[in-house]
């Protein structure tokens, strides 16, 4: 969580956004108890605003956020994280009252945590699909890491939840590495993970079909443009 509250900060400067903007501007929820005494430490350090980490739950605790039917309850949940209040009282049970005013989070970046722990007849079942869901509901922007395996359409991630990722049409790849190690040393992630960016300002259509290889996806794609009637076949096929 720390290191990226830090290259956040570190972008920013690069950016020439003015200091006093950006020690006020970055927000975290840690994943435990330990993450929140490094980000905190991380927060110190920069000089960041330490109200603006999350103390009073963690990144699981807001998966307990539920409706009426036992559901996650995405839309609660983003009420919650948006309350105009410091960020380090806000509270999992707090009650939202219609017409209170919100805070806006320009974008949201992130690893969320990647599947539950606990013996479930030998299985930890995902939920970065869930942290995707609340990221997205959250903020217009969200750029995420997180396991590619729902871009085959596999892994334990709901069926109805992959297709409605690769037919999203405000979703895309941003980098894909086959090999989780290379990325998280100590991991093993089957199918490897993912980068990918949620905007709603940006329509790039939709994934698709998603494969390993950079080119052949892009030919994919121009190949459904060329049957949806969108693109002409000399764009496809160069001589």
Known sequence: MGEFAVAIYRRAEALGIPKDKILDSIYSVP???????????????????????A?????????KVKDENDKIDYEKICAILSQNKPFNEITIDDEIAEGDEKVNFDVVVGNPPYQLEGNN????????????????ALSKIATLITPARFLFDAGQTPKEWNEKMLNDEYLQVLSYEPTAS???PEAEIKGGVAITQHNTSNKVGKIGIFTSYVQLNGVLQKVEHYESGNLFLDSIIAS
């Open 55 to 63: 103390e009073q739950f963690n990144s699981y605790d807001l998966l």
């Open 121 to 136: 007849n030998g299985r930890k079942p995902p939920i970065y699909h869930s942290f995707m869901e609340i990221s997205y």
């Open 31 to 53: 994943t435990s108890k330990l993450a929140f005494e490094f980000t905190m430490f991380v927060y110190e350090k920069l000089g960041l605003n330490v109200c603006n980490l």
């Open 182 to 184: 290379n990325v998280f």
